[in-house]
C-alpha cells in the first residue's frame, strides 16, 4: 500500500511599499494618476515578540513566509517620506488541502514630504458663522493624527481659509478659530501641542481667484478650505 505524501502547508505574504503618482510632481494638490514602488524603502516586522527589518528591492516588494495564528504589523519608512503601517493576522486561516499554498498581499503607501506646502484636507467643513468640528469632518482628522503619531518627527500648521464674504477682521478672526478647533481636536487625540500651530488666513489667499460677486457657489467652498503644511 502506498504511503500518501504529506502535504506540505504554507502561508505567504506579498507586501508592496508604494508612491503615488501625482499629476504635478510638485504639487500635492494635484490629481493622483496612480502608484509606483518605491525602491530603498525599509519595512519593520513585527510578530509573535520579534522583530526583522527589510528593504524593498526596485519593485516595491517584500516577501515572507507567515507563521499560523500569528499577528504581524509593518511600519515601511523611507527618507522624505511619511511613515505608514499595515497589519495582518493568520488568525482564523484555516489549512486547505486543495489549496496547500496560500499567498496574500498588502500595499503600504508612504506619502513624500512636501515641506512648506498646503495640503488641502478633504471633507472638514463648518456650518455658518461656527468653528467646532463637526461630526463629518473627524474621520479626516483621525487620520491626520494617526498619521502623526506615525511620523513623532514633524511639526504641522493647520489652516484655515475663508471665502471672499464678510468683510476681512471677521474672516481672519473666524478662521483663525477653525484652525484652532481643528488643532484642539488632535491635541484632544493625543498629540503633543508643540508640534501643532494654528494659522487663519481669512480670505487673503484664495485658491480660486474670482470677482466676489461673481464667484459660484463651488469657488466659494473651494476657498473655505483647512489644510495642513509640514513646517519641519
Excluded at 38 to 48: D, M
Excluded at 83 to 89: G, H, L
Amino acid at each position: 500500500m502506498e504511503i500518501p505524501e504529506e502535504i506540505e502547508y504554507k502561508l505567504l505574504l506579498e507586501g508592496y511599499v508604494l508612491e503615488k503618482i501625482y499629476n504635478n510632481p510638485t504639487d500635492p494638490n494635484s490629481k493622483v494618476l496612480g502608484r509606483k514602488p518605491l525602491p530603498g524603502s525599509e519595512v519593520a516586522i513585527q510578530f509573535n515578540k520579534q522583530k526583522e527589518t527589510v528593504t524593498v528591492g526596485e519593485d516595491g516588494m517584500f516577501r515572507l513566509e507567515l507563521e499560523e495564528n500569528t499577528d504581524y504589523s509593518f511600519l515601511a519608512s523611507r527618507e522624505n517620506y511619511l511613515n505608514n503601517d499595515a497589519a495582518f493576522s493568520t488568525v482564523g486561516i484555516g489549512r486547505d488541502p486543495n489549496n496547500p499554498v496560500q499567498t496574500f498581499e498588502i500595499e503600504i503607501v508612504l506619502d513624500k514630504i512636501f515641506l512648506d506646502k498646503e495640503i488641502t484636507l478633504e471633507n472638514i467643513y463648518y456650518d455658518f458663522d461656527k468653528w467646532d468640528i463637526r461630526a463629518d469632518a473627524q474621520p479626516t482628522l483621525n487620520d491626520l493624527a494617526r498619521n502623526l503619531a506615525l511620523n513623532p518627527d514633524i511639526r504641522i500648521q493647520m489652516g484655515s481659509h475663508t471665502d471672499c464674504r464678510g468683510n476681512n477682521r471677521y474672516n481672519e478672526d473666524l478662521s483663525q478659530k477653525r484652525a484652532q478647533s481643528a488643532v484642539d481636536y488632535l491635541i484632544s487625540k493625543g498629540i503633543d501641542p508643540a508640534r501643532l500651530v494654528a494659522r487663519g488666513y481669512g480670505e487673503s489667499q484664495p485658491e480660486v481667484d474670482c470677482l466676489c460677486a461673481r464667484c459660484t457657489e463651488d469657488e466659494h467652498q473651494a476657498n473655505r478650505r483647512t489644510t495642513f503644511k509640514i513646517i519641519e
